[in-house]
């Protein structure tokens, strides 16, 4: 009678375990499905959408980490595509220049960054300042009535304006080379930052500031007056040049107002290979900002550490995947 009780309590413990791990992968399956219709939701409700991309190194779509990027971006229906350099490589093929020419959105909407890479690729070396700046011309910058190209070819103020909302674009060339700071990011630049920053009459829930510059914690290398300058008013502040997706805290890692600061880290030249995406909602005006990882199969909403919310002119929010969906919901 004993043996009899263990056997049918080891069979009952063998279909217990069964129909938990049945639970288990339904659960996984719903969510998964879950996560993929709330990415689409944000699409939905978000008045528009943007990407930030840097150091694919030459790549294209014939590379899974670009082809899932440049799925995505349009997947998304994203309005533009900032790039942070390092989009080309020297001494091989890079079809990325093809993409540029070639295809309407990225030809059309796509604001590169000047880097080492450019610089190297067009010029002597990594140190040629201001070499790479034809890259620009593989998108008809020039041309465009919303762009001011600095007389240096290959810095300068653009503006996006979508449903009523201005993004102010502040493209900065730092490269990694020449390493004096002094020299590759040079006062010109400098000055050039803070008479666009002056010279913008930002609103309360109209303006969205984005200011780029592709050699990492770039912003340390501002003196005091002009750091606080830029974080108190750019909303977006966005280096590169690591491959390593990170948040920089110029201000403190206690403080949650100012710029939300980002390394965009590297498009198949990384670990953890990605961009950002950017959906900016009203009422009030924020960005929900986003690392997708390009490993993944399908674009989806992002856990804590990977997933921000900046309030224009307010409070930055750590999110993860429920805080998302919460908010999506309400």
């Known amino acids: 009678m004993l043996i009899m009780k263990r056997m049918k309590r080891t069979g009952f413990s063998k279909f217990s375990t069964r129909i938990n791990l049945l639970i288990i992968i339904i659960l996984l399956a719903n969510n998964s499905l879950f996560a993929q219709n709330s990415i689409k939701e944000l699409d939905s409700i978000a008045s528009f959408s943007f990407s930030i991309m840097s150091d694919n190194k030459g790549f294209s779509i014939e590379n899974p980490h670009m082809f899932n990027c440049n799925k995505w971006i349009k997947e998304a229906g994203d309005s533009f595509i900032l790039g942070l350099g390092d989009h080309v490589k ?49 998108v008809g910058l020039s041309e465009r009535k919303n762009v001011k190209l600095r007389e240096n070819k290959c810095e300068y103020y653009a503006i996006e304006e979508h449903d009523g909302i201005k993004v102010h674009i502040i493209q900065l060339h730092y490269s990694d ?25 930002k609103s309360v829930d109209k303006d969205i500031i984005v200011v780029l510059a592709h050699t990492g914690a770039w912003v340390n290398q501002l003196s005091e007056e002009r750091k606080l300058k830029l974080m108190n008013k750019a909303d977006l502040i966005l280096g590169a040049t690591t491959h390593h997706f990170q948040r920089y805290h110029f201000l403190g890692a206690d403080v949650d107002t100012g710029a939300i600061a980002l390394n965009t880290g590297a498009v198949g030249n990384s670990f953890d290979s990605g961009f950002l995406q950017i959906h ?51």
């Open 177 to 201: 080379n020449p390493l004096d700071p002094l020299i590759a990011f040079n006062e010109s630049s400098r000055e050039f930052l803070m008479d666009e920053l002056n010279g913008i009459h």
């Open 90 to 138: 020297d001494n091989i093929e890079n079809p990325f220049l093809d993409l540029l020419k070639n295809d309407s959105l990225w030809h059309n909407h796509f604001y590169p960054n000047v880097a080492d890479g450019e610089n190297e690729y067009w010029g002597r070396d990594q140190g040629d300042w201001g070499a790479g700046s034809p890259i620009l011309d593989y």
């Open 280 to 330: 900016v909602l009203k009422n009030p005006t924020r960005m929900i900002v986003q690392y997708q990882h390009t490993q993944n199969e399908s674009r989806m909403l992002n856990e804590k550490g990977f997933a921000f919310e900046k309030v224009i002119n307010g409070k930055i929010r750590v999110l993860d995947l429920n805080l998302i969906n919460m908010q999506i919901s309400k």
